[in-house]
């Protein structure tokens, strides 16, 4: 292949500058914020702002309630950021904040009049979702094609753009600059969504599920084909493309990673040139979240084709997959730029287009006959037919290869204890692990029936009613950061806590907008109700003494608090010491309590986007007389996971 070179920018916003990685972000004592402290306001340019910021936020009380004022509420908060937090980063950026504030107050006055006509309009549109994590509303940019027919029926490809890190990808930043996406992705007639992923935390935990928050939005006003889902993306967006691949591999129908980081300790040591080593055994064990390498297997299930340049270091992210699939008997398909760094070559990118396009003519088979699948949590459970619903352990490998051939189907399982299969034949024979065979006959032909089966005694048999007592379930399994990746309210005490948590309380809030992009919702004790209760995961700070929530449930808790402090299993701790931890609530165990934790990573992990991994299990034990620092919320004196029924562990799980 000849050298060529791409002429176009390797990011998605040229606002979105990156800042580099490098040794001097090896440093935990020395840590340079992120995002950056912005340029000071001049008072003209201020009041200015605030003016229309009023007017906006006028115009959103006069339009209530309406489904459509995500739409506008998104310019809103990307102003009222800028202005609070000093989000402006350059003199360049001023510009970009009144364009963004007079956009926001165009669209208000067309609702306000019942008006909307970029739900209709075709090229680059800015949309907007209400978020179920925090409530707040998110951007995202949708290239809507020329072709496209808002009357007609047929339904259109539709492929994900996951964009680069950009330490100053603000609202204002990402919504002013969207269209300078222009060209990035060659794909005609295909929907193009670029999620804003809550900034720069690389599509992790809310970052995730914002994801599919864009999808469904998108698919209630769009046409979208699901069987033609594409998952694309640069840098931290490649890194994106590997997560999302193994994650949820029969969801897409072809993946195209383009540089971008695969796992943690090898891309860290290479990279950052940071020595993980000595990391403690709990974060080695939760590194498996999003160590896609580890799950390699599961790119048997999606037709994937990498992109690197020849010289860049990121080329590593899909060498060390290709190593990883190759001992799983996969080869990759990895398009290398000549002599390119971090963008891509121009002939390169032109034979990455041409294999996408090829496959997604083909389009993904809806019920395929075969699939591999790994995991090592039951946050990422499904794949084609089968729902994993139980693991011998948590965060240990499990695995089930299907084979289906019309009504028969072969399956060979490890590590799981529960799965549910949905099927569509009449007559079903079921051979599970070469040894029992189990028969469903008389279904309803052609229509969905799911058999929910479960491991006893080494032995599979179908059930039909839900485990009795707590046990680890999808979407309820740890650790502390799950808590952060569906509705949560923070809990503050009425009572007095102690300065520890004060500080952790307040550290919580300032760094889920900082680094989520959201007002973190916060509610005295006395004001949860019955609603939150059901709806929400709780967020408890303090103790029984100072939290009339956690005074409700302190006997249910895996935790007894007493005069002299509290105790773990048979451990006593002083009351120098905080405990950290994730459980079912005794008050609806189909939500979380946590205790004391916002999100465990923090400042020092913000400056690589491979440490943005949780750095705290289902438990920890804090000893608060050690301050807490940019790693760590104090010194970390136990930390462990419970069992599958949520019971304490010998050892800590470990």
Excluded at 8 to 14: A, E, G, Q, R, W
Excluded at 333 to 338: A, D, L, Q, Y
Excluded at 556 to 569: E, N, R, V, Y
Excluded at 594 to 616: H, I, M
């Amino acid at each position: 292949m000849p050298a060529r070179r791409l002429t176009i920018p390797c990011l998605l916003f040229v606002a979105a500058i990156a800042f580099a990685d490098g040794p001097g972000d090896n440093v935990p004592d020395k840590v340079r914020p992120v995002p950056p402290l912005g340029i000071e306001w001049k008072k003209e340019d201020a009041d200015e702002v605030r003016s229309g910021l009023a007017e906006l936020q006028g115009l959103l009380k006069e339009i209530g309630a309406n489904e459509l004022r995500p739409d506008v509420e998104i310019y809103e908060k990307a102003v009222r950021y800028a202005l609070n937090y000093r989000e402006v980063f350059d003199a360049k950026g001023m510009p970009a904040v009144k364009k963004v504030l007079k956009e926001g107050l165009d669209r208000a006055k067309l609702l306000k009049a019942g008006k909307h006509p970029w739900t209709t309009q075709t090229g680059y549109v800015v949309r907007g979702y209400r978020s179920k994590i925090d409530g707040s509303a998110q951007p995202y940019g949708l290239l809507v094609p020329k072709e496209y027919e808002f009357k007609a029926e047929s339904k259109h490809r539709l492929d994900f753009w996951w964009h680069g890190r950009g330490e100053v990808l603000s609202e204002v930043n990402f919504i002013a600059n969207q269209q300078n996406a222009s060209g990035v992705i060659p794909a005609p007639g295909a929907f193009i969504l670029f999620p804003y992923g809550r900034y720069c935390c690389a599509n992790k935990l809310a970052g995730e599920v914002d994801t599919f928050e864009c999808l469904d939005h998108a698919q209630r006003f769009y046409r979208v084909d699901e069987s033609r889902l594409v998952a694309r993306g640069f840098s931290m967006g490649g890194a994106a493309c590997w997560q999302f691949a193994v994650h949820y591999p029969t969801l897409w129908c072809a993946n195209a990673p383009g540089a971008g980081f695969s796992e943690t300790p090898e891309f860290l040591r290479v990279f950052q040139k940071e020595d993980t080593s000595h990391a403690p055994w709990y974060e080695k064990k939760l590194w498996r979240m999003y160590d896609c390498t580890d799950s390699a297997i599961n790119i048997f299930n999606l037709p994937t084709v990498a992109y690197s340049g020849e010289i860049d270091s990121q080329k590593q992210a899909a060498d060390i997959m290709s190593r990883a699939m190759e001992k799983e008997g996969l080869k990759l398909t990895h398009i290398i730029g000549p002599k390119t760094g971090h963008s891509y070559e121009k002939g390169a990118k032109a034979e990455v287009n041409k294999l996408i396009d090829e496959i997604v003519a083909k389009g993904k088979p809806a019920d395929p006959a075969e699939f591999k699948f790994t995991t090592y949590t039951l946050r990422y459970n499904r794949c084609a037919w089968v729902e994993i619903t139980g693991l011998e352990k948590h965060w240990e490998k499990a695995s089930v290869h299907g084979k289906k051939n019309g009504g028969d189907y072969e399956l060979t399982t490890s590590g799981v204890t529960r799965m549910k299969l949905t099927t569509r034949e009449r007559d079903i024979t079921f051979k599970i692990d070469g040894k029992a065979t189990l028969e469903m006959k008389g279904n309803a032909a052609g229509k969905p029936h799911v058999t929910d089966l479960i491991k006893v005694a080494g032995r599979w048999a179908v059930v039909g009613t839900e485990p009795a007592g707590l046990a680890k379930s999808p979407g309820l399994q740890g650790p502390i950061d799950d808590a952060f990746m569906d509705s949560f309210v923070m809990v503050a005490p009425s009572g007095k806590p102690s300065a520890w948590v004060e500080k952790e309380m307040k550290h919580a809030v300032e760094h889920w907008r900082n680094q989520f992009r959201g007002d973190a919702p916060m509610k005295k004790d006395s004001e949860i109700t019955d609603a939150d209760i059901a709806k929400s995961n709780l967020i408890l700070w303090g103790d029984p003494k100072s939290n009339a929530v956690l005074a409700k449930i302190a006997d249910k808790l895996p935790i007894t608090w007493t005069d002299a402090g509290f105790t773990l299993g048979t451990e006593a701790y002083p009351a120098s010491h905080q405990p950290i931890l994730i459980c079912p609530n005794p008050l609806n165990p189909k939500k979380y309590v946590v205790l004391n934790s916002g999100f465990t990573f923090r400042e020092y992990d913000y400056l690589n986007n491979a440490r943005q991994v949780p750095k705290l299990p289902d438990y920890a034990i804090v000893d608060t007389s050690v301050p807490p620092n940019a790693r760590y919320p104090g010194k970390v004196v136990r930390a462990g996971f419970f069992g599958e029924k949520w019971q304490l562990l010998p050892n800590d799980g470990q």
